[in-house]
Structure formats: structure tokens, C-alpha cells
């Protein structure tokens, strides 16, 4: 690795990591992802007053939600944990738990495709902004990305292909590498989410039994690869098996603590993803059946129009039988 250039990009901390130095805010020198996070905010706002302004409302959970997402994107890429990151395995795991578990169902809930399509004009330059979104959504690419049998291997890579093979020590070795996976990390939670937790146009739609199996896939990953972290008894990652000697850390000890926390960080957000999903498939079901049973109604009532119809043309009394 060579030591200079990272320094040059990260600054990595001198002092040991702590709950202080952890959490100060201290953005990186290049803060791709914070920029991100600001940007996705400031688009998100502005659409919602462009929509009220239209006279149109807008839900403030979906607000709160994408807003939540936004603030944690930006808070857990600039504070000093990014920067323990780059040699501490337990900092950069709450990383990914936090860009692949955590952020993108609340992004996902803050529904930004129906408020994209509902919010730009139908004129000027928002025409081709409304062209391109339009056209993502008929695009076999979208299908393709969205795909179970994609979005699935993609979340197990992000895990087991990374930390159980030499890849990851190949492309976080670099300043860029880190942050491409970070990146990928963030990616690939959005597109696992989507089809599961989603109520923006998508151009493939998953039955609720297919996005159950999907949950009930991902739920167990955490487990496994925590366990195999928390057992390992030698460092499994040649980038954080050295930290700098100032901090005075146990690669193994610190790899236990990734391996817990890739264990326990995920259930709760796992859980309330399932709640989530449950109550909207009840909710669909629902108003299925309030459908079927109105459609119903309906027809009897066009059938019993009918029978009256066919008894007055019989010559009959409307109180009569047919």
C-alpha cells in the first residue's frame, strides 16, 4: 500500500479510535458521498415545495424518511469514522451496514420516483428530464438490475465474495477502490430494496410471495458472515490485519467487533423492513377484497336491473317474479 498517497487522501487519524474521535465531524478531503447526500436533499426539498406550490400534497413520512436517509448518508461519510475506516475493520463495517442495511429503505420510502414524475414541469428542459425517466423505466437494463436472480448474488458478493477472498485487499487498496466500494455498497442495497419496499413505477414487479423469499434471503446473511468473522482466529483482511501502532488495537479483537456488528446491525433494520412489507401486503389485500366485494354488488344489482327489465318486458308487475 502505499502509505504517502492514502495519507494524502484520508488523513488517517493519529489517536487510538474512541467514542469521541469516532463520531467528530471530519469530512474527508474528496466527500463524494456527503456531496451526494446534500445534492439528493436539496432536490428532494425543492421538489416538495415546487409540488405544494402547484397545490399538490406530498407525504410528510415520505419526507421525513428520505430526508433521514440523506442526513445518515451524510453523517456516517463525514465524520471521523470514514477516516478509521481505511485501517479499522469494525469502523468500515457500520460503514456498509449503514450504506447497504440502513440508508436505502429510507430513500426507497421517501418514494423519489413518483415525486420526480409529479413535480418536474412538462416543458422546457423538465420534458427531457420526464423522456429520460420514462425511458429508464421501459429499459430491459432496469428489469435486468431488478431482477431477484441479480439483486440477490449482488448482496451476497457485496459480503462473502468481498471478505472471504483477497478482492477486497485488491480494491480498497487504493483511495479510489475504498470509495468505489462504498459507492457499490450504497448501490447495491438500493437495488436489493426497490423491488421489495418500492411504490415508485418500476419496470418489473415482484409478486409479494417473491419479495417475502427475498427478505427471508437476506435476513440470515448477516448472521453468517458475522459468525465466521467473530471466529475467524487470524485476521481474514490483509488492509486491517496491521492498524497504525498508536492505536493500540488488536486486528482479531476488531474483527470480532465487525463480525458482531454485521450479526446484530442488521436484524432490527431487517425486521422493520419486514413489518413494513407485511403491513402493506394486508393493506393490498385489503382493498382487493373491498374491490372483489363492490364488483360483486355491482353485478348483482346490473342483474337484478335485468330481471326487472325482462319482467317488464313480459308484461309483468315490477313486484312480481320472473
Not at 463525514?78 to 478509521?84: A, D, H, K, Q, T
Request: net charge neutral; hydrophobic share 50%.
Amino acid at each position: 500500500m502505499n502509505e504517502d498517497i492514502l495519507r494524502g487522501l484520508t488523513s488517517i487519524p493519529a489517536e487510538p479510535p474512541s467514542a469521541w474521535s469516532l463520531w467528530g465531524w471530519n469530512p474527508p478531503t474528496i466527500p463524494v458521498l456527503p456531496v451526494v447526500a446534500v445534492l439528493l436533499a436539496g432536490w428532494y426539498v425543492l421538489s416538495v415545495i415546487r409540488l405544494r406550490r402547484m397545490g399538490r400534497t406530498w407525504p410528510w413520512w415520505s419526507t421525513a424518511c428520505f430526508l433521514s436517509g440523506c442526513l445518515i448518508l451524510g453523517a456516517v461519510m463525514g465524520l471521523s469514522i470514514e477516516r478509521y475506516g481505511f485501517r479499522l475493520f469494525s469502523a468500515f463495517m457500520f460503514q456498509q451496514l449503514t450504506l447497504s442495511i440502513l440508508v436505502p429503505p429510507l430513500l426507497v420510502l421517501g418514494s423519489p420516483g413518483r415525486l420526480l414524475l409529479r413535480s418536474t414541469p412538462h416543458r422546457g428542459p423538465g420534458r427531457w428530464v420526464l423522456a429520460a425517466a420514462l425511458a429508464g423505466l421501459r429499459t430491459r437494463a432496469g428489469a435486468f438490475l431488478l431482477h431477484p436472480a441479480v439483486t440477490i448474488p449482488l448482496f451476497l458478493f457485496s459480503y462473502y465474495g468481498l471478505y472471504l477472498s483477497q478482492l477486497f485487499d485488491s480494491i480498497a487498496v487504493t483511495w479510489l477502490g475504498h470509495t468505489a466500494l462504498e459507492v457499490f455498497f450504497l448501490l447495491s442495497g438500493l437495488l436489493f430494496v426497490i423491488p421489495i419496499l418500492s411504490t415508485d413505477p418500476l419496470p418489473i414487479r415482484q409478486t409479494n410471495l417473491g419479495r417475502m423469499f427475498d427478505i427471508f434471503v437476506e435476513m440470515p446473511l448477516h448472521v453468517f458472515i458475522g459468525v465466521i468473522l467473530m471466529m475467524a482466529p487470524r485476521p481474514l483482511i490483509g488492509i486491517f490485519a496491521n492498524p497504525p501502532a498508536a492505536w493500540a488495537v488488536d486486528p482479531v479483537k476488531d474483527q470480532a467487533v465487525a463480525g458482531a456488528l454485521a450479526w446484530s446491525y442488521g436484524e432490527p433494520i431487517a425486521l422493520a423492513t419486514t413489518l413494513i412489507f407485511a403491513m402493506r401486503w394486508r393493506r393490498e389485500e385489503q382493498v382487493e377484497t373491498e374491490e372483489r366485494e363492490a364488483d360483486d354488488a355491482r353485478q348483482e344489482d346490473e342483474l337484478a336491473s335485468y330481471n326487472r327489465f325482462l319482467r317488464q318486458l313480459q308484461g309483468e308487475g315490477p313486484d312480481q317474479g320472473v
